[in-house]
């Protein structure tokens, strides 16, 4: 598994992984690479959507 953190965007994880809810039950994410959010803007949460670029969203 990879994780590659996107300059004021979202985290891209590649690879074998498994995401949970706040429940720990699975979440399916439909692909082997999904682009997690960072800015809490997205409206599909866990999953980014584009969202931080109208957020303008700035990572610390």
Do not use: E, N, W
């Not at 995401?19 to 692909?31: A, E, H, K």
């Not at 999953?47 to 670029?53: A, E, L, R, V, Y």
């Amino acid at each position: 598994m990879s994780i590659t953190v996107c300059p004021d965007g979202p985290l891209l994880v590649r690879g074998g992984y498994q995401l949970l809810d706040g429940d720990d039950r699975p979440i399916d994410p439909g692909r082997a690479t999904v682009a997690l959010c960072r800015c809490g803007a997205s409206s599909i949460k866990p999953f980014c959507d584009g969202s931080h670029k109208r957020a303008r969203f700035r990572a610390r």
